[in-house]
């Protein structure tokens, strides 16, 4: 069974582009989530989904940052303009309803220069 | 809102011999999870172990045990046996109902031959 699937792995852009990465959870689960995880600040929770619907966003850290599901097997992030303190893994995530854990993605490694 | 406190930024272990790492949580739910994530080099996060607040008994997964202690709010893990490969960081995690799931710092765990 495939895991949390992220593309791409790295990603290495100017300021001022935008970005788009891209996210497939486990077949079957209910929940996603974005992480952001940065030396200063650690893991932070952006936004999570509920079947499809973005349930808590509070952590996105401005409007330049959007997030989508459209269907149950992919969600994308999206930063427009990216900034160089953007700079940051980004993991995908994602859980089914019975509380068993958090599964997550490799990682995007993203590099804002 | 919830905080996980993991007071050990780095540890130390010769291999074969026990570490216990430890963590600290606020939260003013009753009914909540809690977990240890992984993540070495290759920066993929791996559940480790989990526990459920309403359960008394420690969770156990090979080599890897907790010490939950409610009342205290403490939630460490024990590493026996330890192999190199268990040299990672270990990240607490605190999730409560809703799945609003909320990391600790982080304890760089190094395993000496």
């Known amino acids: 069974d495939a895991g949390v699937i992220q593309s791409p792995r790295h990603e290495v852009t100017e300021m001022g582009q935008e970005v788009t990465l891209r996210c497939k959870p486990i077949?079957?689960?209910?929940?996603l989530f974005w992480y952001r995880q940065t030396m200063m600040r650690g893991l932070e929770l952006l936004i999570y989904?509920?079947?499809?619907?973005?349930?808590?966003d509070s952590g996105m850290p401005e409007d330049r940052f959007s997030a989508k599901m459209p269907n149950a097997s992919f969600s994308t992030l999206k930063i427009q303009p990216s900034e160089p303190r953007d700079s940051a893994v980004y993991f995908c995530?994602?859980?089914?309803?019975?509380?068993?854990?958090?599964?997550f993605g490799p990682g995007t490694r993203l590099t804002v220069t | 809102a919830q905080t996980v406190t993991q007071s050990q930024p780095e540890m130390s272990v010769q291999e074969a011999e026990t570490v216990t790492l430890s963590c600290t949580y606020d939260?003013?739910?009753?009914?909540?999870?809690l977990f240890w994530y992984k993540q070495p080099p290759s920066r993929q996060m791996i559940l480790v172990i989990r526990?459920?607040?309403?359960?008394?008994q420690n969770a156990t997964e090979n080599r890897f045990s907790v010490n939950f202690q409610k009342a205290a709010k403490s939630f460490s893990l024990k590493i026996s046996d330890s192999q190199l490969g268990d040299t990672a960081m270990y990240f607490c995690?605190?999730?409560?109902?809703?799945?609003?799931?909320?990391f600790g710092a982080g304890t760089r765990l190094t395993v000496k031959p």
């Open positions: 995690a605190f999730m409560k109902q809703g799945y609003d799931m909320r």
């Open positions: 077949s079957g689960h209910d929940y």
């Open positions: 939260t003013s739910e009753n009914n909540y999870y």
């Open positions: 526990q459920e607040a309403y359960k008394q």
């Open positions: 995530a994602s859980s089914p309803l019975d509380y068993g854990g958090v599964y």
């Open positions: 989904f509920n079947n499809n619907v973005p349930i808590d």
